[in-house]
Nanobody, 124 residues
């Protein structure tokens, strides 16, 4: 079992930056592919970013490419999502996810474990 806990969400203004953290326990995070997803009110959950076990390979959703950066510190069992130039349309609950089978994946259904999410609200 893997437990994931997100933190760092909050209310910010458009153009601001925010860093989300995802702390993992129950399994060494270096053995896990990690990802971030988000769900806005009335919308389906969508892919935001993914990072390989080693941290060498990263993928981003089109809407966040160039503004968000995913990273990981395996020594701290933590994954981060640095968000810059935030827009009101980035408002959503952000979820951290972990996968035990793949080296890296952007496919939501492949993730085995999920956190409970952290709210990010961007005002205009």
């Amino acid at each position: 079992q893997v437990q994931l806990r997100e933190s760092g969400g909050g209310l910010v203004q458009a153009g601001d930056s925010l860093r989300l953290s995802c702390s993992a326990s129950g399994r060494t995070v270096s053995n896990l592919a990690m990802g971030w997803f988000r769900q806005a009110p009335g919308k389906e959950r969508e892919f935001v970013a993914a990072i390989s076990r080693s941290g060498v390979t990263t993928y981003y959703g089109d809407s966040v490419k160039g503004r968000f950066t995913i990273s990981r510190d395996n020594a701290k069992n933590t994954v981060y999502l640095q968000m810059m130039s935030l827009k009101p349309e980035d408002t959503a609950i952000y979820y951290c996810a972990a996968d035990v089978h793949w080296v890296v994946t952007t496919v939501q259904s492949r993730y085995d474990y999920w956190g409970t999410g952290t709210q990010v609200t961007v005002s205009s």
